[in-house]
C-alpha cells in the first residue's frame, strides 16, 4: 500500500472544497506529488492551488484545474486520449492512471523530453509523448474517445473536432486573451456536435509551430 502524506493529504482537503467529486479523480491526484513535475524553489510550492513556472516559458496548471476539466471529460479505463500541451508531463500521469492509453503533444522539445523522462522513470507506462503541433492533433492515430487542451485557442481547433470518436468530448480553454478565455467541452455526437460552456480560466495561449531543443537554448 502506498503512503499518503498529511500534505498530500492537505492538498485533496483543498480540491475538495473547490468542488472536485469525482472520487477516481480525488484518488489518483492524491497518489501522484506534482512536486516532481516541479523544480528549485517551485517544488516546494507544489502543494499549494496555483500555476507554477516551469522550463521555456510555461507553467504547470492550477491542481483545481486540472481537475475540474478531468471531471468533465467523464474519462474512463477504456479511454484513448489525446492531450495538447504536455508542459511539466503532471496532468499527463494523472490521465495515464484514469485512462487506457494517453498520446500527449508539446510543441516545446525541451519539455517534451524531460516529461518523457519523468513519466517513463515514474512507471507511467500507458503513455507516448510526441514532440509536434497539437493544433493538427495526431491523424495516425485518431480516432481519440478524449481530447484535453491545456493551451488557449482563438477558436475551438475544427481539426481537432475531426479526430473525436462519435460520443466523444473534449475539454479547452478558448479565448482571445489571458483575460477573455472560457472552459468549453464539445461532445461531438453522429447527427449533432454540443458545446457547453462553464467558467473563466486563464492558460497559456497555443501557439502553431514548433521549438526545439537547439533554437531553446540559444534563447
Ligand atoms: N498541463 C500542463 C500544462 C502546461 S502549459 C502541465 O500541467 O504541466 C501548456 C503547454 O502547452 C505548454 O507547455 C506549451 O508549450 C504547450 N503548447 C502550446 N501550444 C501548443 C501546440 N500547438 N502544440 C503542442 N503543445 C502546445
Known sequence: MTSVSENQIKFILNLKRKGIKNKDVLSVMETIDRGLFLEGIFRDRSQEDIPLPINCGQTISQPSIVAKMIEKLEINKNCKVLEVGTGSGYQTAILSRLSRRVYSIERHEFLKKKAEELLLKNYFKNVTCI??????????????????????????????????????????????????????????DKDQTHYEEFFKVRFVPLVEGLQNIRNYQNG
Open 131 to 188: 514532440f509536434g503541433d497539437g493544433s493538427l492533433g495526431m491523424k495516425h492515430q485518431a480516432p481519440f474517445d478524449r481530447i484535453i487542451i491545456s493551451a488557449a485557442a482563438e477558436d475551438i481547433p475544427q481539426t481537432l473536432i475531426k479526430q473525436l470518436k462519435y460520443g466523444g468530448i473534449m475539454v479547452l480553454p478558448v479565448g482571445f486573451s489571458m483575460e477573455e478565455q472560457t472552459l468549453i467541452k464539445v461532445r461531438k
